[in-house]
């Protein structure tokens, strides 16, 4: 393809940019479902029903529903709103998970909880931290049904089996959409999940069908800049990153050597989950957020980073998201200095804004 006809599509692309933003419907009349069992909601999607009609991309989205991708079902992990927060950050941590829908004791449907939450419910200990706080008493043994009615940060958006992956697209794509909870037709309870991972999991399975031209995109292109994100040196407090986190809204960031510059780790929210382990919990944030994570997932070894080159293309960037299971990838420039990230909202929302999909197969 020569260069003037590819700088062509590329514009022809571009035009799809002003394609206003969907929203999707919610249903408010929720259950809970009578049997549980454990399933990590980053391996609901394992079964791919590509419709044989589908020509293009915006073809197989149209026509493939919920119930197409959730072909091998289980039931999802659940918590109860009178668990502690205690106990429900164990349950996460033992099945995997970052998420999972919360029910009082009438199985009705709270809404969704996940570690932006927590942090959340906890910053105000952070921030009034004394001796009249407990640490045990006032955030680990609180009812996790408090963290749900005080975090407003994430909306939960239910769809049925028969939603399109277009409108599922449409509302993951959208900033703090990160799942949507999926509808048990006989009652209505929340019987799956799926998340935004689930999305770049499909596309990844269904490389073939992309456009080559949307394949050829950089990171460049849709990377979100440097300026816009921030690093966290070594030697900071894990009480100071998390403040960085609350306050920037965010639920990670790259952990960075204080000496080479360079990304050593990755600090999120979900790491949270480590203050199960027990121990003085407060002394615990005074700790370098490295000894943090070193304690928290119990190991002396640092987690290596999950890094993508500005010059990669989105083709790679689906495999290694899909074949890692990260939630971001650090952008990282040929010399190992930090340049910025790619997170999977940016991304859905770059192939969504590129579809040129016409409004009509829009949600309402």
């Given at each position: 393809?020569?260069?003037?006809?590819?700088?062509?599509?590329?514009?022809?692309?571009?035009?799809?940019?002003?394609?206003?933003?969907?929203?999707?419907?919610?249903?408010?009349?929720?259950?809970?479902?009578?049997?549980?069992?454990?399933?990590s909601e980053e391996e609901n999607v394992v079964g791919y029903v590509v419709p044989a009609k589908a020509k293009n991309l915006s073809q197989l989205l149209e026509n493939t529903t919920v119930d197409d991708v959730l072909a091998h079902r289980g039931h999802l992990v659940t918590l109860n709103d009178t668990d502690s927060v205690n106990e429900a950050l164990r349950t996460l941590r033992d099945s995997g998970v970052s998420s999972a829908p919360v029910y009082d004791v009438g199985h009705k449907f709270m809404g969704m909880v996940d570690m932006k939450d927590f942090l959340e419910y906890l910053f105000p200990l952070l921030e009034k931290r004394g001796d009249d706080v407990d640490f045990d008493e006032d955030f680990l043994k609180q009812p996790v049904g408090n963290v749900v009615e005080s975090s407003r940060s994430n909306p939960t958006v239910m769809v049925d089996h028969g939603t399109t992956l277009l409108s599922v697209l449409n509302t993951l794509s959208q900033d703090r959409n990160y799942r949507v909870g999926v509808l048990e037709r006989k009652d209505h309870t929340v019987f799956n999940i799926v998340s935004q991972l689930s999305l770049i999991k499909f596309f990844a399975k269904n490389i073939s069908i992309f456009p080559e031209i949307l394949l050829s995109f950089r990171v460049v292109d849709f990377m979100e800049q440097m300026v816009e994100s921030f690093s966290i040196p070594s030697d900071t407090t894990t009480l100071k990153t998390l403040k960085y986190l609350h306050r920037e809204q965010i639920s990670g960031a790259p952990v960075v050597d204080c000496i080479s510059g360079q990304i050593i780790d990755t600090f999120s929210c979900t790491d949270l989950?480590?203050?199960?382990?027990?121990?003085?919990?407060?002394?615990?944030?005074?700790?370098?957020?490295?000894?943090?994570?070193s304690s928290a997932r119990r190991t002396k070894s640092i987690k290596p980073p999950i890094t993508c080159n500005p010059n990669d293309t989105l083709e790679s960037v689906l495999l290694k998201l899909a074949g890692t299971g990260v939630h971001r990838l650090w952008v990282i420039s040929e010399d190992l200095e930090y340049r910025g990230l790619v997170n999977l909202t940016h991304l859905l929302d770059f192939i969504r804004r590129h579809l040129c999909v016409d409004k009509e197969n829009d949600l309402d």
């Open positions: 393809m020569s260069a003037s006809k590819q700088q062509l599509q590329r514009e022809q692309l571009g035009q799809c940019d002003k394609q206003e933003t969907f929203t999707s419907q919610g249903v408010v009349s929720l259950g809970a479902p009578s049997q549980i069992q454990k399933l989950q480590g203050f199960v382990f027990g121990g003085p919990k407060f002394s615990f944030l005074e700790k370098s957020v490295v000894e943090f994570l």
